[in-house]
């Protein structure tokens, strides 16, 4: 396993970061300590959550990932072995208001009282006094997010990136959390937040935590060029495209026990030209003698601008192929072929 800084930070993280937002799901506790005993074994000392986890949110899993953490913190007493990212909820609007993760009740938003409810919720569930990354798990004004809205729907007059940066800072300097980030945020959120951080010396984001895969690299445009001149490193998320890129639904294929099998939430990956491009890559890696998941993930893994690359896995067998692929060698050929099938499928799910 390799390790690199994150962002401009002293944290060191390792390269492959354990993601974990089917434990509570269709992952049960015991199943779910299985992954963290194994992951960390294999040298995974970087693992992502969230208040809202389990996914899909809903008011009867909201929390159970983190409180399947808390309990293998204080099970294990390895806390501090462990880097540790959580996530706030942003703007309830975009998932219908999620006013159940709130006491009293409120659209979720990127208030004071709000993120100080939400860290000390983390805390509490995952049984630590202080998370090392603490991220915006997506932007606090109407933006495109998760594949849905259009420009039309953008709020032009978004004012609070210096507020949302003073309620994390009181939180920094108490202690409760060591560094900031965002997730599903754009350019010019990126750039705002730096410039804020930057003229009146708030915490600095660590990292932009955002799709990226095979089949979605519009993090390239904009955002990476931020990422490497401003050491805002990519946690790239859905790396495997919720498993299209596996080839496990090509054909029409339905695994019992899949996400899409389970919950059909799968229409981000749906879109025209998606099949025909999944379809690409899992021959490309099916020629080198490669898992398509391998290759998929190794694809994230190489590109300079990547800080982590977030796996998931419902299975150890998942898991283990996962965590391995981080070892493959990448070549100039697979490069070459990858941007190939990129030139003739850009980004069909975005």
Same mark, same amino acid.
């Given at each position: 396993m390799q390790y690199v800084k994150l962002g401009r930070t002293d944290v060191t993280v390792s390269r492959c970061c354990l993601g974990t937002m089917t434990w509570g799901?269709?992952?049960?506790?015991?199943?779910?300590?299985? @992954?963290?005993?194994?992951?960390?074994?294999?040298?995974?000392?970087?693992?992502?959550?969230?208040?809202?986890?389990?996914?899909?949110?809903?008011?009867?899993? @909201?929390?159970?990932?983190?409180?399947?953490?808390?309990?293998?913190?204080e099970k294990t007493?390895?806390?501090?072995?462990?880097?540790?990212?959580?996530?706030?909820?942003?703007?309830?609007?975009?998932?219908g208001g999620l006013s159940w993760l709130r006491r009293d009740g409120a659209v979720t938003r990127h208030t004071r009282a @709000?993120?100080?409810?939400?860290?000390?919720? %983390?805390? /509490? /569930?995952?049984?630590?006094?202080?998370? #090392?990354?603490? @991220?915006?798990?997506?932007?606090?004004?109407?933006?495109?997010? !998760?594949? &849905?809205?259009? *420009?039309?729907?953008?709020?032009?007059d978004f004012e609070a990136f210096g507020d949302i940066l003073e309620a994390l800072d009181a939180h920094v300097k108490k202690g409760s959390i060591r560094h900031v980030g965002v997730s599903n945020?754009?350019?010019w959120g990126v750039m705002r937040f730096l410039a804020e951080s930057e003229t009146r010396g708030l915490p600095r984001?660590? %990292?932009?935590?955002?799709?990226?895969?095979?089949?979605?690299?519009? !993090?390239?445009? &904009?955002?990476?060029?931020?990422?490497? /001149?401003?050491?805002?490193g990519l946690l790239a998320y859905s790396p495997l495209a919720q498993g299209q890129?596996?080839?496990k639904y090509l054909d029409g294929a339905l695994p019992a026990g899949s996400r899409k099998a389970l919950y059909n939430r799968m229409q981000r990956y749906e879109g025209p030209g998606a099949l025909d491009a999944f379809r690409a890559y899992? #021959?490309?890696?099916?020629?080198?003698?490669? #898992?398509?998941?391998?290759?998929?993930?190794? *694809?994230?893994?190489? /590109?300079?601008?990547?800080?982590?690359?977030?796996? &998931?896995?419902t299975s150890m067998e998942q898991l283990k192929t996962n965590i391995?692929? !981080?070892?493959?060698?990448? %070549?100039?050929?697979?490069?070459?072929?990858?941007?190939?099938?990129?030139v003739r499928h850009p980004n069909p799910c975005p």
């Amino acid at each position: 396993m390799q390790y690199v800084k994150l962002g401009r930070t002293d944290v060191t993280v390792s390269r492959c970061c354990l993601g974990t937002m089917t434990w509570g799901s269709q992952n049960t506790e015991a199943e779910a300590h299985a @992954q963290m005993d194994y992951a960390l074994s294999r040298g995974v000392t970087f693992w992502d959550t969230a208040e809202m986890y389990a996914s899909p949110p809903n008011p009867e899993t @909201q929390g159970r990932t983190e409180s399947y953490i808390g309990s293998w913190f204080e099970k294990t007493g390895k806390r501090h072995e462990v880097v540790l990212a959580s996530k706030v909820a942003g703007q309830g609007a975009a998932f219908g208001g999620l006013s159940w993760l709130r006491r009293d009740g409120a659209v979720t938003r990127h208030t004071r009282a @709000q993120i100080d409810e939400a860290v000390e919720g %983390s805390l /509490r /569930r995952l049984k630590t006094d202080y998370i #090392d990354l603490y @991220q915006l798990h997506w932007p606090d004004r109407k933006v495109r997010v !998760f594949g &849905g809205a259009s *420009f039309k729907d953008y709020d032009q007059d978004f004012e609070a990136f210096g507020d949302i940066l003073e309620a994390l800072d009181a939180h920094v300097k108490k202690g409760s959390i060591r560094h900031v980030g965002v997730s599903n945020e754009f350019p010019w959120g990126v750039m705002r937040f730096l410039a804020e951080s930057e003229t009146r010396g708030l915490p600095r984001i660590a %990292s932009i935590q955002n799709a990226y895969h095979l089949a979605n690299r519009t !993090f390239e445009v &904009g955002l990476a060029e931020i990422a490497m /001149r401003e050491q805002v490193g990519l946690l790239a998320y859905s790396p495997l495209a919720q498993g299209q890129l596996t080839g496990k639904y090509l054909d029409g294929a339905l695994p019992a026990g899949s996400r899409k099998a389970l919950y059909n939430r799968m229409q981000r990956y749906e879109g025209p030209g998606a099949l025909d491009a999944f379809r690409a890559y899992v #021959d490309l890696a099916r020629e080198h003698g490669l #898992d398509p998941a391998q290759l998929a993930l190794k *694809f994230c893994d190489t /590109r300079p601008f990547v800080t982590a690359t977030i796996i &998931g896995a419902t299975s150890m067998e998942q898991l283990k192929t996962n965590i391995d692929a !981080f070892d493959l060698a990448w %070549s100039e050929d697979l490069d070459k072929a990858v941007d190939a099938i990129h030139v003739r499928h850009p980004n069909p799910c975005p």
